[in-house]
């Protein structure tokens, strides 16, 4: 008898830690996947997987090289302010947000820089904590992976200097390539035929004036 006793408890024990690992497992935070532009900003959201009713959570972004946290604010499920230090966001509130579907708790800005090649990079939170409104402490062990797919930049036509504007300074360009100053580049071709010249020149006081 006592040892059916013993046999029970620990099935029973068992059993509460078996869901206990199941409740953790639904209690997830993980980034949406987004396509970028190296050199411009990208817009990428934070969800939350959760079947406790969450007051508090914590988590930090990890970046590819290149790429850059910026800003966090609060999202659809969420309303109060996302804190932001360094690469970790948190947020905390007074009313704890019920358990149910998954559903967008902030949004983050990253910049890409334009060194950034064309590819497709990994986004993961780690260290990711939440705490529930009966003080359940929820840590995500199984860290979520999105993917960033960034894509090269598109040039404007007529900016041979590359300071994203087309002005005198890139007809200036062009007479120093003519001249042999400074090497030519593909951008200077600005009339697409196959040479860098007087044309090329025109084609950006057109494109300067609207033409």
Known sequence: MKRRFLFMLMA??????ANAAINRANNYLEASAATATAGKTVEVSILMTNNFNIINWQTNL?????????????????VDPVNVEGNQISSETETAVGAGSKAV????????????????????LSGTVMIADNSTIVTQIDN??????????IGIKGDV????????M?????????????????EADVNGDNAVDVMDVVAIYDIMAGN
């Open 170 to 186: 890139d007809a200036v360009m062009i007479y120093d390539i003519m001249a042999g100053n400074v090497a030519s580049k593909p």
């Open 62 to 78: 990890v970046l590819p090289e290149g790429i850059t946290l910026v800003s966090a604010v609060a999202a659809e499920k969420w």
């Open 144 to 153: 979520k992976v999105a993917k960033l797919t960034v894509e090269p930049a």
């Open 105 to 124: 708790v902030a949004k983050v800005t990253l910049q890409v820089a334009s060194t950034v090649a064309e590819g497709e990079y990994d986004i993961a």
């Open 12 to 17: 029973a024990l068992t059993c509460i830690g």
């Open 161 to 168: 200097n590359g300071d994203n504007a087309v002005d005198v």
